[in-house]
């Protein structure tokens, strides 16, 4: 499955015996223009068992064309996927695979750049992605999205790479934008969901309340998921949020 630029998506996934479900939103906001966000969820079953990945890219609102750079990430990771997800099912290692991120994302970068300097452009995208198999997550991150997860307790895995002073915040790197990259790689056992949010769904809503809003959705079916992230999304722009809202829920299941 892919997706890019819709409002709402959800939709189930059998995960072996269990339910894996699947629920993505994105809005361009209060403010008229492009939606710079773009997203992804693949998945692929083989000997009964199935891998996902899920992955959004917030191009850069300040930037020129930021919905270009971020959709030249997300195609790379869909040809990865369909390339190399069977090789990985086959042969899960988590070392390897960040490898191939390490030089999708270089190539990546590479493109991007290369193009705005050629039409003098700044362009450039946040990355962060998960992938999820036999019980293991990997994650890579570049940028201010966030990833969460819900276990025993919630807590945000990623880190936002940004240098914050008063009221401004300045991204600290991000994919076309910059010769060098430094993602952040987190991995382990899945919990029992992940939640992956733009910016956007996290400016005027605390932490807290994304954790309150997440926990009923682990409790819940497909349709409360994708109710929840409409929910989360109006209660952000209520507040006054301006930016592109985008968001994927993933409950593993129980």
């Known amino acids: 499955v892919f997706v890019a630029n819709q409002n709402i998506l959800w939709y189930i996934i059998l995960h072996g015996r269990r339910n894996m479900t699947t629920a993505a939103y994105s809005n361009v906001g209060r403010r008229p223009g492009i939606n710079q966000d773009n997203y992804c969820i693949l998945e692929k079953t083989k000997n009964n068992r199935k891998m996902v990945l899920a992955v ?18 997300i195609l790379s990771f869909q040809k990865w996927f369909h390339e190399q997800a069977g090789l990985f099912m086959e042969d899960w290692n988590e070392q390897n695979i960040q490898n191939s991120w390490d030089e999708l994302l270089e190539q990546c970068n590479r493109k991007i750049y290369q193009f705005g300097f050629a039409n003098n452009l700044s362009i450039g995208t946040t990355v962060s992605a998960v992938i999820l198999f036999a019980g293991r997550f990997l ?8 990833i969460y997860e819900l ?29 060098l990259l430094k993602p952040q790689v987190v991995c382990g056992n899945c919990g029992r969901a992940y939640f992956i949010c733009s910016d ?16 009923n959705g682990t409790l819940s079916g497909s349709r409360h998921c994708q109710r929840m992230l409409e929910q989360m999304g109006w209660n952000a722009m209520q507040r006054g949020e301006n930016d592109n809202l985008s968001a994927i829920y993933i409950r593993v299941g129980r």
């Open 56 to 73: 959004l890219c917030d191009g850069l609102g300040g930037l020129a064309r930021g919905e270009l750079a971020s959709k030249t990430v």
């Open 139 to 146: 994650i890579m991150h570049i940028g201010d999205c966030r």
């Open 200 to 215: 956007g769904f996290y400016h005027l809503v605390s932490g807290e309340e994304i954790c309150r809003s997440l926990a």
């Open 151 to 179: 276990g025993d307790s919630c807590k945000q895995l990623t880190r936002d790479q940004v240098l914050s002073k008063e009221r401004c915040s300045v991204l600290l790197q991000c994919v076309g934008a910059g010769r």
